[in-house]
Nanobody, 121 residues
């Protein structure tokens, strides 16, 4: 079983910055991909950024150049650095981890609990 703990959300003014973290714990063979999603009120959940086990990253067009996803020194922690925040970035942010199970090596995924990011004008 893998557990995720997200942190770092909060209230910030437009133009400000926040850093979200996603820490995975439990028994697993390896993490394949960590993805950050967000869901604004009344909207569908959208993919924001991903980072693979090899360190490759990808971003939604709406956040390119402003957000950076990275892995921490603690191997199972991933960060989402959000700069130049805009009011449209207001949403609940979720991390999702694709991993290989400890005993079987089969793939599975788990979602974090979500953290609220509110950007005021």
């Amino acid at each position: 079983q893998v557990q995720l703990v997200e942190s770092g959300g909060g209230l910030v003014q437009a133009g400000g910055s926040l850093r979200l973290s996603c820490a995975a714990s439990g028994l697993f063979l390896s993490i394949s991909v960590v993805a950050w999603y967000r869901q604004a009120p009344g909207k569908q959940r959208e993919l924001v950024a991903t980072i693979t086990n090899g360190g490759s990253t990808s971003y939604a067009d709406s956040v390119k150049g402003r957000f950076t996803v990275s892995r921490g020194n603690a191997k199972n922690t991933v960060y989402l650095q959000m700069n130049s925040l805009e009011t449209d970035d207001t949403a609940v942010y979720y991390c999702k981890v694709d991993y290989k199970k400890y005993l079987t090596g089969r793939g599975d995924d788990v979602w974090g609990q979500g953290t609220q990011v509110t950007v005021s004008s």
